[in-house]
C-alpha cells in the first residue's frame, strides 16, 4: 500500500455500493496502489472502500497540479481506443497508451518509492531531477508520464484544422499565420532525430515551437506546454510505418484538440 494525499475538490462515486458520494467532497487522504484509477479509501470508521475519483472538470496534468495529487498515474484516456481511427488505430492506442504509457507509471512508483521525491508532485520531480545524470531514470520515467498524459489530451475525434479560439490570434501575432506556424511545428517534428517530441508552448510569456529529445520536457525547464505530438516511433508505426510526416499531417489536419490548447493558455 501507498499512501496517497489529495488536496483539493474531487467528485467520489463509491463503487463498492454503487452510491453517488456528496459531489465536492474533499478528500485529504487515499490509500492504494497508485498504478490504479479505482483508488482505495478508507471511510470514517476505516473501512477500506472502492472509490473512483476524478477530479471536478476534465483531468489534465494541470487540474492534477492545481488539485495537488501527490502521485504517479495512469489517467483514463479522454476518448475510446478506437475514436481516433482511422488516424491513429485503437491497436495503437493499445501498446502505446496501454503498455508503454502505463509502463511509465509502474517504472515511476517503482524508483520513486522510499526516496525523498516519492510525495512530491510530477512538476517538482521534473525540475528537482532534471540534469541530474544520477537521477535519469526516475526523470526519463516520469517526463514520460507527464508528457503522455499531455498528448493524449492533445487530441480528440473530429479535431484538427485551423486553431480556433484565443490560440488562434495568438498563433497570428507570433507566426504570422496558422499556416506558418503549422509548417514550423511539423518541421519541429520531423527533424527531431531519433524519439521526442515536437511542442507549442508559452516561454516567457510569447509562444513558440520548440522540440525535446527522448522524454525532455519543457516543464522541467519552467516552459509551460500548450500542444505537443509525441514522434517516437511507437506512437505511429503501426499506422505510418517510417512516414513520421504523415503522421505530423495528419495530427495537424484531423486531430489536435484546440480547446485544450486554449485551456492550456489559463
Ligand atoms: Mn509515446
Not at 503522455?148 to 480528440?156: A, D, G, I, L
Amino acid at each position: 500500500m501507498v499512501h496517497l494525499r489529495i488536496n483539493g475538490m474531487w467528485e467520489v462515486y463509491d463503487l463498492s455500493h454503487r452510491l453517488s458520494i456528496r459531489k465536492g467532497s474533499r478528500l485529504t487522504e487515499m490509500e492504494g496502489a497508485v498504478n490504479c484509477v479505482t483508488p482505495y479509501l478508507r471511510d470514517r470508521k476505516g473501512r477500506l472502500r472502492i472509490f473512483k475519483i476524478r477530479p471536478i472538470g476534465h483531468i489534465t496534468n494541470r487540474t492534477l497540479f492545481k488539485g495537488g495529487i501527490m502521485a504517479i498515474t495512469l489517467p483514463e484516456l479522454p476518448y475510446a481506443k478506437d475514436a481516433l481511427e482511422p488516424h491513429i488505430s485503437a491497436r495503437t492506442l493499445e501498446f502505446h497508451y496501454g503498455k508503454h504509457h502505463n509502463a511509465y507509471v509502474t517504472n515511476a512508483n517503482k524508483l520513486l518509492e522510499g526516496t525523498d521525491l516519492a510525495s512530491a508532485s510530477i512538476k517538482e520531480i521534473l525540475q528537482k531531477t532534471a540534469g541530474d545524470a544520477s537521477k535519469a531514470g526516475i526523470f526519463n520515467n516520469v517526463a514520460q508520464v507527464f508528457n503522455h498524459s499531455f498528448y493524449w489530451q492533445c487530441m480528440k475525434p473530429g479535431g484538427g484544422g485551423a486553431p480556433s479560439g484565443p490560440i488562434a490570434d495568438r498563433i497570428d501575432a507570433a507566426f504570422g499565420s496558422a499556416e506558418k506556424f503549422v509548417e514550423e511545428f511539423k518541421t519541429a517534428g520531423a527533424t527531431q532525430f531519433g524519439s521526442g517530441w515536437a511542442w507549442l508552448v508559452l516561454k516567457e510569456g510569447e509562444l513558440a515551437v520548440m522540440k525535446t529529445a527522448n522524454a525532455d520536457t519543457p516543464i522541467a525547464h519552467g516552459i509551460t506546454p500548450l500542444l505537443t505530438v509525441d514522434v517516437w516511433e511507437h506512437a505511429y508505426y503501426l499506422d505510418y510505418q517510417n512516414r513520421r510526416p504523415d503522421y505530423l499531417s495528419t495530427f495537424v489536419d484531423k486531430l489536435i484538440n484546440w480547446d485544450f490548447v486554449n485551456s492550456c493558455l489559463g
